[in-house]
């Protein structure tokens, strides 16, 4: 009679469950197409690597904690399956199987099961004492964490009865279900243990039943798409956004869920709310509304609200109903001075265990301001049209970009004749510190004796910043000057000096069906010192000590980790300083994403925080290897009397250390 | 009722050079911008229509390539886009310049009444800032200079207040209609073209108007028209003075003798 029960109570929570999915499933579905099924094999690789190896989870404190129950659940899938299936038909169960087999299992069941209750108990106490973000102590939270224990609590009950009624017998592979078995018949008498077995049993199934269909309601709906999501992360590194095609009718950039892809959708239900993106993001760090998480958030809650309008209607009524994505104080939306931090710096992706990616999301929304709207901070306005009428963010004249080298004698690009073109960006072009920078890094590459030509006054801005501000619009402009340029003058490798420009036309141009080998200037420097065609003179004592920043187009975009540090170690003769925040995990200076071009309205700035954080290690020189960031940390460092520090660019350290005869 | 901006295609007057020998400007390979100033006039006329519902036009005289600026304004939002322009009218001076202005003027009010007419301030190329007065003058408007704030405009009274910016003070001042305003960059702030509009502006028609609809006498028009030449051009020579240290390959070193010169000059007491 109870297995008939059982059966029926049974079918209609899977139906109820994969209704639910159906549900999400239609949500997802409502998002744009976007192709995530290339590289099969490489995709089942890395997911197997982070989702089932949790590669990233255990990075962080308390990651641990989190691969104990997410394996232990693992194993314990197996034994739930048994539950269920002896559930309707009572005979059938592990007891069939060889006892060497059995008892295994029944041993690996007990340890994990008492592995989860430990770690639940420590997740709980974790939360309440150190959440990992404010706000993070919710009811929904610590009911999570109460049906698993329950779950835990129950099962030992079960077993623990089977054995103490005699059903069982007491096995030394069992050891904590039999401590509740000697618990058990210390207080109940031997005909109410029958009836514990059942009343365990029954607490078993319905909160192993409730739970699953509690899943695809809460936060652990990411228990069904974290493992996906992994899958069908993007290759490699999410460091450009996707192109739009600018022809009528079409729809730019994103405010409602629908004008998002069922990729970013789905990253909505992925979310574990661990946090981590948020404690990473240095807007959220300094007092800007921006939260990487609660972005996501807000798409998911958008996602939930409308996505049932949405998906009824079609076409212009659908654009019309939607609530948007972007707006103050409402729920599912994110504010616009939020979308406005975002440094595009890349920790919170890198930080996410389940591979989201926030910046995207972010660039679209911010392309739908721009773009349909035409609603940007006012600073903006001077910046667009400077790009779009004189290709630089300073509005100077284009005849201007190559007197920073009138008493030098660069020789312009001429495919054959020069190997490779030396891009120096807006910066190395035109501002006064950066042009330096230039001035030096021609030194260390006549010194090295590699052969490059420039484009002097021809040379156009990459776009890097406009792409990031979401002016997509002017982007592709630019970027199809530039790329039918660069194939004109058969440019097929380039140096930088900067970090964005690097990344543009490295992975932005690729877009364009520009494919180039790009160099930094860091790479081609480390190169030619490991290989000795660059030649150093002593060591530079009056460097002093010396500290590294990290830039973020460089590190945590592109991987390029290791050059700038061996460049250190070969002037120096030591390696350089490190920050506590520092590699894929280092902090933004905060000129990224077009910040450079905007004042910092809100909270604290963010060159202030990573300057103090320099500092702390008591520094005498800063070595940067970004214009950027050079900007940011000059700017910060005068801003602390008496600080005593000077900020070097990497190619600077390296002309400094030229013999005195190549000087 | 209609509000017509008057908008010139400058050459990016930053990029220009004068070619020392023939004492011409180079324009060669010179971008060509909208005045600055005519695009505040610009965002003052859609406004107006946006918050008046007045039909706006655009209005520039030059050469055929001008119609790159009248598309940039059909992106923003005018009703029409009107390029003046034929081989007579070249060569012009500020007096043939407003002659043609003016006359494209009194030839849209025939269809419907001209309420306003915003010009900028000045140009950046010829500065003269005789322009706008000029079509005042011509069309019997009321002459509004150097506006930085339009307090009120009264379409059944059929007057306009405005704000003057003089220097050291501001003056208010009401007029009847029609009105020529110039503008200074204060008005406003200039919209950005959302990408639909500017997509929607590649196909929209700028209309082109040649001296056979304005029908002026070939005297009064272009260089003909123009009693002004400017015989010569030319960028100031330095007559005193003299370039110290270098400052690109050494800044700490030219820094350090500008400094031991304002010392020795006793430039820097008080
Ligand atoms: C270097 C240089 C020097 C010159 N010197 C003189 C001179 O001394 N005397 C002289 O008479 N001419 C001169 N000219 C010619 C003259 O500048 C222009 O050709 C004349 O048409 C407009 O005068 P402006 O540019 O000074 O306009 P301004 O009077 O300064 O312009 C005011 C406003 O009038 C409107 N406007 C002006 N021109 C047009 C147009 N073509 N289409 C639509 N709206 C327009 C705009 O709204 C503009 O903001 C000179 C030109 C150059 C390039
Ligand atoms: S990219 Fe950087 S600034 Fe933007 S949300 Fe992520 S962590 Fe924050
Ligand atoms: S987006 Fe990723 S890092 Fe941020 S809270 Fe969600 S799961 Fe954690």
């Known amino acids: ?663 | 009722m209609l509000v017509i901006a008057c908008l010139k295609q400058v050459p990016d007057t930053t990029q220009v050079q004068i070619d020392p020998v023939t004492n011409t400007l180079v324009r060669d390979g010179i971008p060509f911008i909208v005045n600055p100033y005519d695009t505040h006039a610009l965002e003052e006329t859609l406004r107006l229509k946006d918050s008046h519902g007045l039909k706006s036009v655009a209005l520039s005289m030059g050469p055929p390539n001008a119609e790159a600026t009248l598309r940039k304004a059909l992106a923003l939002g005018v009703d029409r886009s009107i390029l003046l322009s034929d081989r007579a009218f070249g060569g012009a001076d500020t007096l043939s310049t407003s002659n043609v202005l003016a006359a494209a003027i009194r030839k849209l009010g025939e269809s419907e009444e001209v309420g306003l007419v915003f010009c900028g301030k000045q140009t950046i190329d010829g500065d003269t800032a005789q322009v706008g007065p000029g079509i005042a003058v011509r069309l019997g408007y009321s002459q509004l200079t150097l506006v930085d704030r339009i307090e009120k405009l009264d379409l059944d009274a059929k007057t306009v207040t405005v704000r003057r910016k003089l220097e050291g003070r501001y003056e208010i001042v009401e007029a009847r209609l029609p009105a020529m305003i110039t503008v200074v960059r204060e008005l406003n702030r200039p919209r950005y073209p959302t990408v639909p509009m500017r997509l929607a502006s590649a196909k929209a028609e700028v209309e082109s108007w040649s001296n056979e609809q304005l029908q002026l006498d070939v005297n009064s028009v272009g260089l003909k028209g123009s009693p002004t030449w400017v015989s010569r051009i030319f960028s100031p020579e330095r007559q005193e003075g003299e370039i110290i240290g270098d400052g690109l390959n050494d800044p700490i070193a030219a820094a350090r003798l500008l400094l031991d010169r304002l010392v020795q000059g006793d430039m820097l007491s008080v």
């Open chain 1, 1 to 663: 009679m109870e297995h008939i029960f059982f059966s029926v109570l049974l079918s209609l929570s899977m139906a109820a469950f994969a209704f639910s999915c159906y549900r999400r499933l239609v949500l997802v579905a409502i998002g744009k197409h976007e192709y995530r099924f290339d590289q099969p094999l490489a995709r089942f690789k890395e997911m197997l690597v982070y989702a089932l190896g949790q590669k990233r989870v255990m990075s962080r404190p308390f990651g641990l904690n989190h691969v104990v129950i997410f394996w232990a659940f693992l194993v314990l899938a197996v034994a739930n399956l048994e539950f269920l299936v002896s559930g309707i038909l009572p005979g059938l169960s592990f007891a069939l199987l060889p006892e060497p087999l059995h008892d295994a299992l029944a041993f690996l069941f007990d340890i994990c099961s008492l592995a989860v209750l430990i770690a639940v108990a420590v997740a709980a106490v974790r939360r309440s004492i150190n959440p990992p973000f404010p706000g993070a102590r919710t009811c929904e939270a610590y009911f999570i964490l109460s049906m698993i224990a329950l779950l835990m609590l129950a099962f030992f009950g079960m077993n623990g009865a089977l054995i103490a009624s005699g059903v069982r017998t007491a096995s030394p592979f069992t050891p904590v279900s039999g401590i509740f078995a000697s618990l058990l018949s210390s207080c109940l008498a031997a005909d109410q243990l029958n009836l514990a077995v059942s009343v365990f049993w029954w607490i078993h199934a319905v909160v192993l039943l409730g739970f699953m269909n509690y899943l695809p309601y809460s936060k652990h709906m990411h228990i069904l798409t974290a493992i996906p999501n992994v899958f069908l992360r993007t290759m490699g590194k999410s460091n450009t956004q996707p192109r739009e095609e600018f022809s009528e009718g079409n729809i730019f950039g994103a405010a409602t869920v629908d004008q998002l892809t069922w990729k970013d959708l789905l990253d909505s239900f992925s979310c574990t709310e661990c946090g981590r993106c948020h404690d990473s993001c240095p807007a959220a760090a300094t007092g800007k509304a921006l939260n990487p998480r609660e972005v996501l958030h807000a798409i998911k809650e958008n996602l939930l609200q409308n996505g049932t309008v949405l998906e009824k209607l079609a076409g212009d009524a659908q654009a019309e109903r939607a609530v948007s994505l972007i707006g103050e104080g409402k729920k599912g939306a994110t504010p616009e001075s939020a979308l406005w931090s975002c440094t595009s710096c890349g920790a919170c992706m890198e930080a996410c265990p389940v591979f989201i990616e926030h910046l995207p999301k972010i660039v679209k929304m911010r392309r739908h301001l721009v773009q349909m709207e035409a609603k940007f901070p006012d600073e903006l306005l001077n910046l667009f049209e400077n790009m779009e009428q004189r290709s630089n963010p300073w509005g100077m004249a284009p005849s201007e970009r190559s007197k920073w080298s009138s008493q030098l004698e660069l020789r312009p690009f001429v495919a054959g004749e020069t190997e490779y073109l030396l891009f120096l960006g807006c910066s190395g072009a035109f501002d006064a510190r950066n042009k330096q920078v230039s001035v030096a890094l021609t030194r260390v590459l006549d010194a090295a004796g590699v052969s490059y030509g420039v484009l002097g006054r021809e040379e156009k801005c990459c776009g890097e910043s406009v792409r990031r501000l979401g002016n997509e619009y002017l982007f592709d402009l630019m970027a199809r000057e530039s790329v039918a340029q660069f194939r004109e003058k058969g440019v097929t490798k380039v140096i930088t000096q900067c970090p964005h420009c690097y990344n543009t036309l490295k992975n932005d141009f690729r877009q364009f069906g520009l494919e180039l080998e790009v160099l930094h200037h860091s790479e081609l420097i480390a190169g030619f010192l490991a290989s000795g065609e660059l030649q150093l003179e002593g060591k530079m004592e009056e460097l002093g000590n010396l500290v590294l920043h990290d830039s973020c187009y460089l590190g945590r975009h592109n991987d390029v980790y290791q050059p700038p540090r061996s460049v250190v170690q070969a002037v120096t003769g030591t390696a350089a300083g490190e920050m506590e925040r520092n590699l894929d995990k280092a902090f933004c200076c905060g000129a990224g994403g077009g910040r450079m071009w905007l004042e910092e309205h809100e909270g604290t700035p963010i060159n202030r925080a990573r300057v103090a954080e320099a500092l702390a290690l008591k520094p005498d020189t800063i070595c940067v290897s970004c214009p950027f960031c050079m900007t940011m940390f000059e700017d910060g460092v005068k801003e602390v009397p008496g600080a005593g520090v000077q900020v070097k660019d990497l190619a600077e350290l390296v002309a400094q250390a030229l013999p005195k005869t190549s000087k």
